[in-house]
């Protein structure tokens, strides 16, 4: 069994993947023939492929996010490895393997983050405001599980969300620490809220986001996870005038700062100012590790990571020489 | 019985007024004396004033937005006129004068705005739409019968938001006839939703508003709106996923059309691109109106307008001469 | 006969054809061959299509803009539906073909439309103003009849320029009606010059733009319909420095709003102010009408419209249940 | 005769100055007293004054802008110079006092500048182009003679207008010869045509303007010179589409650049460029200029200068050495 | 000896204050007479104050940031509490008082914050790193010890420069250990250089800023600390090309993130975007905690903060209820 | 010999040429065959040409900016000239051609425009100015013998950086001359050193810039330039407080006038002002010279230019009727 990344030039191999994209091609010739420009991809990268002789019956066989057992050969084609795929099917049960294992995903066990999640949920000390982050998380809890945190621009990929609000609460917790005048409660809440409605925006499968959910594009959401704390709130008989739900909407429509960025209010509170700086700093360093782990590490630059102002991100190599561990 | 806008250099006289602006000053002899520095008003204009002898008695009197009977002298002082408060005094049940005689206000008599609102809502076919316009009226109506429609920006005055909302119905009938691809239920919603929390995002009284709301500042009208709808649908017993819900919300989240002037979504359906336009055209023509209303007939410049792009409009006084009337 | 919309994938047939573009390429083989990558439209819409042997007569024959004759089938490639063209010719007068059957227009005959605008025109009841319009209309008069109102942004077709000064003379119309305090000869001949020098900034043909003028680049509409209204006055003998003139000059030249948008001043008269924003109420919601009409009604989404904003619309598709009609 | 300038504290002095500035105000006394606030200029500079004991005759004698005979003394107030005025009179045929010696100019004369630009303006070898230009330099002969370049931004004195051409005529007969792919009648056309129109956007008095035109507030001084070359043309008999008559309309109408800054088209020919930053190069020194000439000689650092970036400009106090004299 | 914030209304007291600001002024009588207007203040607050009879010994006496000693009442003047001086006395050195008890200072002992650095830099493992971070404290380690961080902006006060040092380097600790392949040494080295020239940039005493040096107008701190590593370089006797000064100079040049916040080059190694955001959340927290502290506990809103984007900041008020603690 | 500008359809020739761009791409064919996609060029202009037969020794001898002697004919291929390169080989020493013969190059020989700028420096009086400019001059003197200005932007080719330092140098003498206010001394050194760091920016060969420099992005050319100042002044023992290394950090560090355009400080001097100024108008009249020179003289429109906010320039074609020579 052969990963990707282990693949060289003139090897002959077999082996499991995930057909990630598929495209039916024409040849120019007279009459053309149908092909496939394929990538395959595991968990360790992905590598362009072709298959020549395409039947009928393998149009209607093989389909993206499929997995394959391919027989192949590498080849150098201007001068980037392509695989040309001599025999292919789909996977059988008996093959024993499981699409979870060919993806990107999260360093930590989706099962570990939410739980995580919700730890930090019951260390929410004020009633009313654990109630209400208890509700929004039981209207996701299953796609959190898998969800990534958005479509290219970080944390994209098998439980990104999740993950993402892990390591916010990490730095929650520490900011708390540094400055008591902070709420944690209220903290802590903003961070579980502030992305909770993403998996109703957007339209996910095993943590790649195909489409926005036309009600994501119609409302966003930052308005879905407000008017989910609204819904909270009737729900379970808690006062719509109360100042922890004022507090919550407070948070949540205003974590992203600028209009131009899609607040319709800017933070007005401490802990919405803590929220917004947490969350940018959360991701975009996210931003940077993400794209010098899939770049190789013969490369001294990344390619332009937009959410950075477009720019590339250089692999400093200093190595590492504190006197104490960090 | 004078009307300010009467009052002439020189005048001695005796009238009713509503106390706008008051605020103690001391005079620079030594030992400083108190005077009230003043703004009186009535329907047809306002004008400074000042009281020179001011006894412990009358700073606990006398306050802003209060109706007095002041007998005074009209003085020319840096060339403006300015009145000499002699005596003054509170008004009492017997004057027989009511506040709203001297506030600015709508064209149109409060009752007959909000009835024309509820007329319009009857005329929604949609039984989902209508109903939640009509639960949204309902937490606001009392409000609507003299609400302005902003701080300053434009329709600040008496039943100004009402007066707003009447003038885009009827453009909206207008635009449904012209063009049939939009939705009548709609848009006419829209137009009664589109403002409908600025009652709550900001405190007036006899349509001057005084300050925003905490529940303002921190949500804005537009997403306490947007809850709104969700309550209503929750309290009517509509479903949260009706497309009706959604097309609702999507026209109040996006009628101010980019993110940099509040709308944390933009225009996406015909009926919100409308809308936006509806707004915009009523607010800026209102703003036009208003301003040269309140500049007097000599002065062919009105003082600048921060809604136009902080410029001053002309009075062309070229006049109508059209063979039919319009 | 068969319209383009009505073709299914397989069909044989014969029909009359407009040639909207067509580009000689090679095939990859060895020698090269030459064939036609040719876009057939009619009135319904438009499809691909190949000519594969292609004569040195044949390039010297078919060019974009031309009617012709096709025979041809219907295939699939590439998940879209194309033209295979067996014969191809030019028409002939004995066909009884006509061009302007084969391409998208206003709704309304251009000859009712330049009636309409001369109606309006007949209506201004201020003879200088009168004049003035008259002159303007009369150096382009005929193009009136078929020019588009812009290149690709709204009422890009055949006679959309004067089907958007129609409806924004109704519109006009109607908001003198509701404010009175506006000169309705100055609105409605503002209408009607604010665009009338589109016809020189672009090369049209058909109610298509191909490019734009050397003296539209270099001058832009808004300054040569400027210096059309001082041509007028010169040539019709009235005083340059009239109030008229200068009202008229100002409503042309602010009536895009910004100076980024083109104005090199901003409205400053009640109706330039007017005369812009019924200028983007018809413009943008034209674009959302196109959009839509031009989109199957099985997509709920439009393609992105660069004048929104970028946005998509989506088709919100509740039926329109108004008690009464619009 | 004490320049004001060489004005020292405790100074009793005698002398001609222009009452620039003349507000009549009023003691905190009761009853109140009018006084004159006051400020005096000559060539040298500017002082504020205080006149104590107004008579009503003297508030109908003493205005803005006219020459006056001052006995007075000079204190300090505030630790800056300010002048005790103890008798005031208007001057009289018989003082010899000329208004012109006692504001600020160009440091040439009128009559050259004038001369010189008629000089540029004869070396136009085009016909066409000297014709248009000879027409729009009579519009405004006059004017030119002591009209400033704008109200505060750059050459806001005496006969600016014309030392701002001069010297743009001068840097454009050196970059003509730098670059003889320049066609000098055009860009020494462009630079005289640029911002002919001035003088009929502003109102101003001995080089001071007071206010902006009704017509160059609804149309710029841009849109302004360009109908002056339309009328030029028409008068003079040149057709309407010559190229000669559409390449100076390019050359006003984009001269700003940008559209934010006033042009309706940006720079598209060699001609036009070259005229933009001739024009940014020339202002902006003479803002700096201006700037340092004006602030103390003790002083570092000017005022801040609104059209530098809002900066102020640090007088670096290294001497020349330069081997060779510039 | 009483606090400031202690003083009542009818107060009588005596005590030291520090003159923090001093105009004199002159009352409207005739003859006018001087009298100062003082602000006085300590470590609780500040509050103004009148000195009517001022002599000119007192005028050469009393400057700005000067100790006093002080006899008085408080009076309440137009709704504040103000107060009337009746004996005022410079202090001596038997008094026994110390300027620095009277101003507003980090909430940690200088010594304790420059230890604190010290210490980080101690911890930087790469000798070059450390050698360069070493000789930039060395050129302002003695303003460390009282430089604020910012003129308003943020930590506006004695020490406030080391004190966000400090804080940042805790951060910066944290989030090494929460992302292993950021490099220590070079963030923190970062976090201690990115403002270490500001000392040079400001011009500051006692921790209050009263204007920018010349130096840092023209040249800006980020540019100085620049310039100071290829110093620090070259004198000890580091390689110019040493990837390790390429990088510090990256992490300095980029810390303001985007051009039009001041910085040439924008974040492109993981540290860089780290030392941005982490900087970022520090000075935005800081801005919320200071405005909190320095508004009286009954009010809900501070006043407007310039670098929240000039919103005020509500302070909840909804108490701690963490099931642990922070 | 034949330059490629004068090549035509059907010319069979000889001739040798500089290979700027060379691809190796495969036919369609089964199995595909390697051919070479290549760019011709010489010093009159280039054109596209294919070698279909290449064998994997060509693939190892040629690549790009290599000089080539080319047998072939010349097609056209849709519509556009292309050579068919029958066929090829790398040139000798025997063969006589100087690869700088073939290559797009400032006006004047390098060699001149080096002496000049010495000249330049020679003339600078300021003994400590003139040792700064020398040892910056030192650092690059070879590649200023060579290098572009920048990669696409403006005067990028063989010694185009020399070139736009000689224009600039003759303007500032200009300036200097019309304004004696400025110090010719600063403003010469400041051109000299405005782009000294651009060598060090980009890397580049034969006036072609391939990409930028590490240190290129990660510190640009201005903080380059500044810490070379700084380094200067070091080496060459002058005191870094001297005024005048302030004085060239500004004029170095402002130049590109705005944060967003990349300068961290704004232009404070009267010399920095200047400076701005003149680099803006000889690189922008650059730019026009250029993209006319490069554009076949029949087109009357250049492609659009970046620099100049995207537009196109028109080619005016109205001729130089000057009476007197400029």
Redesign the interface.
Known sequence: MTLIKQLNSQDEFVGFYLLKELD???????PPKDYFDIVLCDSSGQMPAKY?DVSSTDKETFFPMGLVKVQGTVLT??ERLQIKISRIRKTEPDDGVNITDFIRSAPIRPVDLVYAIKQAM?????PEIRTIVSFCIGKVEEKLMHYPAAKTHHHAYFAGLAYHMV?ML??G??????????????LQAGIILHDIAKPEEMIAQLGIVSEYS??G????H??MA??WI??AA??EGIA?DS??V??L??LV??HH???????????????A??LH??D??DA??QM??DA?DTTPETE?WTPMIRG??N????R?????????S?
């Open positions: 039916v091609k024409q040849t120019n010739g007279t020549w084609y201007r019951e260390k929410i000390g004020d390591r990490e730095l917790e520490f900011i708390c620490k540094q400055r008591p005048f902070l709420n944690p409660d209220l036309v009600r594009k119609l409302m966003g930052i308005s407000s008017n609204t819904e009737i729900r719509l100042d922890r004022l507090a909407q407070h429509l205003s700062n600028l209009g131009e960025w899609g607040s319709p209010v800017q933070p007005q509170t401490a802990e100012v803590a700086h947490i940018a700093l975009k360093l940077v590790e010098l001294p950075l102002e720019k590339a991100v250089y400093t190599n200093i190595p590492r020489a504190a006197l104490e960090y």
